[in-house]
């Protein structure tokens, strides 16, 4: 924040993009202040247009917000009008807007699920999907870009998963859990693509393998999955972080 905040006062960045950056910095740190940053930009002119697309990123993080609060209804709302605001001229232009736009597609899924609204959440889900494949097949010769798919494509399906066992629908937890386990071996296979979340992928998806399994009877696979999920480098990491032995 303190680079940001220098960064503006030298003209080198506009406010909307050093609120986009404030913001972005909070979100898993405050999510009060993050969501103060979100309404004051959100109400603030649009002049530019680097303006226009930090304003989008902006919404895009916001509907997120009120996902991770549970402000279901709100976040549908947001999401909902997001989407429908912009053209695919505008969100083609860089993969930056194309992800913004997939995390409000995103949201608007998961928030359909958990208010119990599962046949509109999961045509959302497979937009989603459908969304990353054709935003792929257009960046080719993107490495960056091809790299950020293949990491959204696991987060968002284990993201689907986890509501779906929230909400306890199992089939549906079963289907993307099951999705998430294809996609992690492919982040695996890949060489290029960033592993800096794949611990964490592998920690969500084994846990819920576990709880699914048991439920459904088949306890040595259960067992199995739980292994897994003890054996986590990620659940170490959270259990020395809570001072447990």
């Keep these: 924040p303190r680079t940001v905040d220098s960064l503006m006062a030298q003209g080198e960045i506009s406010q909307m993009c050093a609120d986009f950056y404030n913001m972005s910095y909070n979100m898993s740190r405050d999510v009060s202040r993050s969501s103060v940053i979100a309404d004051s930009a959100l109400a603030r002119p649009v002049v530019t247009e680097q303006d226009r697309i930090y304003h989008f990123l902006i919404a895009a993080n916001n509907s997120e917000l009120d996902y991770a609060s549970r402000h279901y209804e709100s976040g549908l709302r947001r999401a909902q009008q997001l989407v429908n605001?912009?053209?695919?001229?505008?969100?083609?232009r860089h993969y930056l807007l194309q992800t913004g736009y997939l995390l409000a597609y995103n949201n608007l899924a998961l928030c359909y699920i958990l208010l119990e609204r599962s046949a509109e959440g999961e045509k959302y889900m497979q937009h989603v999907m459908s969304l990353i494949?054709?935003?792929?097949?257009?960046?080719?010769?993107d490495s960056v870009a091809q790299h950020n798919w293949e990491v959204k494509r696991t987060q968002f399906a284990v993201a689907a998963m986890i509501s779906y066992c929230n909400m306890h629908q199992w089939d549906g937890a079963?289907?993307?859990?099951?999705?998430?386990?294809k996609y992690l071996q492919n982040m695996a296979d890949n060489p290029r693509v960033d592993k800096a979340h794949y611990p964490l992928f592998c920690y969500q998806v084994s846990c819920v393998k576990a709880y699914?399994?048991?439920?459904?009877?088949?306890?040595?696979?259960?067992?199995?999955?739980?292994?897994?999920?003890?054996m986590n480098p990620f659940f170490h990491t959270l259990r020395k972080n809570k001072g447990f032995k």
Excluded: C, P
């Excluded at 605001?85 to 083609?92: E, G, P, Y």
């Excluded at 699914?212 to 003890?230: C, S, T, V």
């Design 212 to 230: 699914i399994l048991e439920k459904a009877g088949h306890h040595q696979e259960a067992a199995q999955a739980y292994d897994e999920f003890m």
């Design 133 to 141: 494949d054709q935003f792929e097949k257009t960046s080719v010769n």
């Design 174 to 181: 079963e289907a993307w859990m099951n999705r998430a386990e």
């Design 85 to 92: 605001s912009v053209d695919t001229s505008f969100i083609n």
